[in-house]
């Protein structure tokens, strides 16, 4: 691999004597603007003369609308390849979940011919235009986790604990492979944030706490997905453009709140958060991605001062700067449609998924009347067409004819087996008492847990769908699940495993193997108010202790997209392996756990935490050097086989425990809470929404996810002919007889289009238990007034005893045809009600 440069290495000219990992306190916070305070970084990357002239001569020719179209990026849901051409739009991405004409399960030729489609359109000139390749980006952040049947790697925090940054490197190149495959140009990766407050949704997308391996995995991660810059590799037909993201400070947000406010002096700005980028650029990066959140409350989409004057100019950067999913609507004076400070203040290219046409009209008129000037708009459209270039866009053939020059296969047994080195070299080892693994494979085992056999749940979110998915195997075909690859071992071996999520068996088994944790999740979603896991009724505790009591040697496999306070599930393992979310290839799990047939060790432990594990639910923030560090495991913790030492017993009852109480069930609160899913149903015919989209068969009844207050937080549904529901069920019944006295059902609603017929509201409270409300009338007076909030009283649908086992929280059922919107879908133990149901 090409050498990684370190910290000291790349900022040479920051202040001697400044940690890279103390962090400046709040009160010392002084906001000013000091550009002396960032050191020089420059790109290896040179546009050649030939190139320079080439991207010149293009743009000269190029109209104002051309140029307008150039800067925008939609995505494909809702922009056709005639669409693309008749507005000139430069750039097309799909997100998380989104496929080639909502196809389910579509194979990467699909893909493929999607890609030719938008290229051909983009490149037509029979109407006079310049005809400027369009290009394609997607969000492939641990492989190409959109495209069905691709190789799923672990999430960047399992890449931190590897500590092997050539293993990075080759990750890039594989991923870059098979998305170039599908006729993917560009990825959205890596994410270079220095998470600072595991309560932060997006943690696992961190290499790390520490600013200096998250620079190390930043630069071979770039070059893995880039090529070497100024070689023959660098932006070829089987590389991809990277992109560094999200500047800046993403991962240093007050509370750890996605998309929030990061409260720090500028000196801290660049000690901490900024070395991924210098690392970044240093590795020829030519995309980088304005962050969502603001830096002392000036969001990043319109900060002129450190896109412009410190990423472009100071840090060296040469590429372009994109935006992300409507960010530019976050800034002051903006919205989605309309915002010419964000391409002022130095976006390049702005993503603008749904109202690209409005925003063409919009930025047309805003620069034509002076509010963004054409030096502005060229600056921003060379940019993109210098990048372009780089990847041979401007002298190309189409997107197919390049996959099959590379003839690569996503999810080939090659790339599935670095895939299995990488879950193997992530995993870390908390516990090991009495030496309870390596285990042999020549026992009888039981294999429990929620996550023991489920593909999606181990690949947490960004993983076919943008906030992942459960019960979904199908949807991984090639993959290995943690019990499949355990199965397989154990029985090669002459063992018996046998699967039982519950940990019910009929033969008392030598070991269990229990797999469990967090369910998957993407983006505030994954915000979380402490790190207890599993607060309240702890049904994995449970499962643990029944092993426990019963003398069966219990190993605990935690899966988690962050550090979490498990001191009751650490006391009730013999063993417990901290496997992140390890990706498709679970098998990895068995190298490490399982012994070999003769008893010998196959793969010794190698993972060390790259974050600080908490010794109470309320340590978010704990960090490497940290004034008051008192992890329970410490940053570069992780026992091997040759450690014999045991752990004692850990405190429970410490400060910040849940008690257990309730005072209200999230049910889809931007997105179906585990373990609730949501299904549209017509004639008894159901289907599940599994990602950002599902139809019946006949059409008629559709469920999509769209954007409320942040990206897809709501639901839309659609419905015309017979009688259909939205409903919302999975989890076993909810035992709400705490709530009947004052509970209240609260649900967010918009009326997109009058319902022609009945609607009604249902409460399905078990067997022959089925209690309705007409909503009819009131929707229709809520068609004017936008996004309204609907709070009925429980005591509306069911008297006390009959709420003792609820199995639907949540339907509407209608007949005729309409348009409904949802979000926030809440059972309160107290409130008050704005719906009557006299």
Known sequence: MNKVFSLKQVLVAMVVGISTQACTSKSQIDGTDDASVWPVAKSPVVVSDSKNQQVNQVLAKMTVEEKVGQILQAEIQAITPEQAKQYNIGSILNGGGSTPNRKEKAQAQDWLAAADAYYAASTDTSDGGVGIPIIWGTDAVHGHNNLTGATIFPHNIGLGATRNPELIEKIGQITAAEVRASGIEWVFSPTVAVARNDRWGRTYESYSEDPQLVADYAFAMVEGLQGKANT???????RVLATAKHFLADGGTEEGDDQGNSVMSEAELVKVHAPGYYTSIEAGVQSIMASFSSWNSEK?????????????????????????????????????????????????????????????YNTLEQVRNGEISMQRLDQAVKAILIVKAHLGLLDTVKPSERAKAINVTPGSAEHRAIARQSVRESLVLLKNNNQALPVSPKQSFVIAGPAADDIGFQSGGWSVSWQGLTGANDKFPGATSIYQGLAKQIKAAG?????????????????????????????????????????????????LNKFKQQGIKTIAVFISGRPMWVNPELNAADAFVAAWLPGSEGEGIADVILADKQGKTQYDFSGKLSFSWPATPLQDELNLADADYQPLFPFGFGLTYK?????????EDVEGVDDGTASQIDVYVGRPLQPWHVFINQNNYKQILSGA????PNGEVQVTTIDKDIQEDALLWKWQGKPSSILIEGGKPLDLTDYAAGGILSFDIKVDEIPQGKVELVLNCGN????????TSHLRTLVVHGWMNVSVKLSCFAKPEELAAVNIPFSIEANGQGQLSFANIQILQAGNANLSCN
């Open 232 to 238: 023959d590799e660098f932006l070829s037909s089987s």
């Open 300 to 360: 990043m989409h319109g900060n002129e001062y450190l896109l412009n004057q410190v990423l472009k100019q100071k840090m060296g950067f040469n590429g372009l700067v994109v935006g992300d999913w409507n960010g530019h609507g976050q800034v002051p004076g903006c919205t989605n449609d309309s915002c010419p400070q964000s391409i002022n203040a130095g976006v390049d290219l702005v993503m603008v998924p749904y109202d690209w046409k409005n925003m063409y």
């Open 495 to 543: 063992g018996k495993a046998t699967l039982s999520l519950d940990g019910s068996y009929t033969s008392k088994p030598d070991v269990a193997i229990v797999v469990f944790g967090e369910p998957p999740y993407a983006e505030g979603q994954g915000d979380i108010n402490t790190l207890e896991f599993e607060a309240g009724e702890k049904q994995s505790l449970a499962l």
């Open 643 to 651: 450690d014999a030492n045991n752990l004692a017993e850990l405190p």
């Open 693 to 696: 989209f599902a139809e019946l």
């Open 768 to 775: 022959n238990c089925r209690r309705t409300l007409d909503l």
